[in-house]
């Protein structure tokens, strides 16, 4: 079953998918990701109030004839609230899906011209691609960090790094590609040998790429631990809804389009 479609059908396509893959993971999200984050800022809160800061005890108190002790109006609202931002995940994630799915669509046209895999197999194919360049391979690297870990001052030098090692990733997954497609006489160790070169691949880079571990030693290990595999599986719902949804969206297409031209082959 060829991936056959113009370009702007794989496009219209790509973006219905990628709609509906942002919404789900948006509500893995909202009910999975947002009790860690708000367990991870009431720590945050909690030691920002007992860090010292003049005006308190060494509890985080308001201390008798502080200005802390009478007045909080100089402190300011965050500029989105918390009920804000939870439901603002559902418009972000729809348009990250939207934008996430144009690019899907516009890789699978130009890859099915390089590739004899089907349609559904090819949208399978560039879902899991996608996701072990862009979300596995930083994130096994650089794990996602609550709200109350990471140093503000770091925020840039972090950034670089994990762009590094979405790079990192995608080279590793042409590696594997490439050589998947070398071996095409050796069928039986075409698969070991993708997968053998993404992994040699991705061990030199994080060997060469420099360690990142701003945790605080009091931080609780369940609870960044809880973050982070509420990370990974809202990152996974996107990318596994996008492939799914793109592969099932094909797969309709191609059997809608047969019967009509069974029939005009018959006719002719």
């Given at each position: 079953m060829p991936l056959t479609g113009s370009f702007t059908t794989l496009l219209l396509r790509g973006l219905l998918a990628g709609l509906v893959a942002?919404?789900?993971?948006?509500?893995?999200?909202?009910?999975?990701?947002?009790p860690q984050v708000d367990a991870a800022i009431a720590i945050e809160e909690a030691h920002s109030a007992g860090d010292g800061t003049p005006g308190t005890d060494e509890h985080g108190a308001p201390q008798a004839g502080s200005p802390e002790g009478h007045s909080h109006g100089d402190e300011e609202d965050p500029l989105v609230s918390r009920a804000g931002q939870k439901f603002g995940q559902f418009l972000a994630l729809g348009l990250a899906g939207l934008a996430l799915g144009a690019i899907f669509a516009t890789v699978a046209h130009f890859a099915r011209r390089f590739?004899?895999?089907a349609g559904p197999r090819l949208a399978l194919g560039l879902g899991l691609a996608g996701w072990a360049a862009i979300v596995a391979v930083p994130f096994f690297k650089y794990p996602a960090n609550p709200p109350a870990v990471g140093d503000p001052d770091t925020i840039n030098d972090r950034t670089l790094l994990w762009l590094a090692a979405v790079l990192l990733g995608a080279v590793a997954v042409g590696a594997g590609v490439y050589v998947y497609a070398l071996l095409r006489k050796l069928a039986a160790a075409r698969l070991l040998g993708g997968v053998a070169a993404f992994v040699v691949v991705v061990i030199l880079g994080y060997v060469l790429l420099p360690g990142v571990n701003e945790v605080p030693a009091d931080f609780p290990a369940d609870l960044l631990w809880r973050f982070r595999v509420s990370s990974l599986a809202e990152t996974a719902t996107l990318w596994a809804s996008l492939a799914l949804g793109f592969a099932a969206l094909t797969e309709f297409a191609s059997r809608t389009d047969t019967p009509v031209r069974e029939q005009v082959t018959t006719s002719g």
């Open positions: 942002g919404l789900l993971a948006a509500t893995v999200g909202y009910f999975v990701g947002e590739t004899g895999v």
